[in-house]
């Protein structure tokens, strides 16, 4: 029986089987070839305490990490599609859905600004 997110391990797990995950799907893996993931997954990590634990100390504008990066409307279903699939396979409760609905939200928030901006191939 899988159980809730409900401590900073949880999410550790998360994020490393979510990027390990993301990582291994050919048609987004151009877009972080020039992004060393293990350097940045403590940043990853303490994203994802923020928003699902409420553990203080995240300050970093989120968009603006990404907004450089090669996207394209095809990745963000990638995404959310491996997003989804890594937190059913790890957790079922409050907290996951939450995940989920942040993760959407995210999504969408992205995908909303980098067409404003014109930067969405």
């Not at 391990?9 to 987004?28: G, M, P, R, S």
């Not at 989804?84 to 907290?95: Q, R, W």
């Amino acid at each position: 029986m899988l159980h809730d997110i409900t401590n900073p391990a949880d999410v550790e797990l998360l994020v490393k089987t979510f990027y390990h995950t993301l990582l291994q799907i050919e048609n987004i893996k151009p877009v972080f070839v020039n992004v060393d993931v293990e350097k940045h997954m403590p940043r990853m990590i303490a994203f994802w305490e923020f928003v699902l634990l409420d553990k203080e100390g995240y300050t970093t504008n989120v968009f603006d990490k990404h907004v450089n990066l090669p996207l394209k409307e095809e990745h963000f279903v990638l995404w959310l599609n491996a997003f989804e699939k890594t937190v059913h396979s790890l957790f079922a409760g409050e907290k996951a859905e939450m995940a989920i609905q942040r993760a959407q939200t995210i999504g969408y928030s992205f995908q909303s600004k980098l067409k404003q901006m014109g930067k969405l191939g």
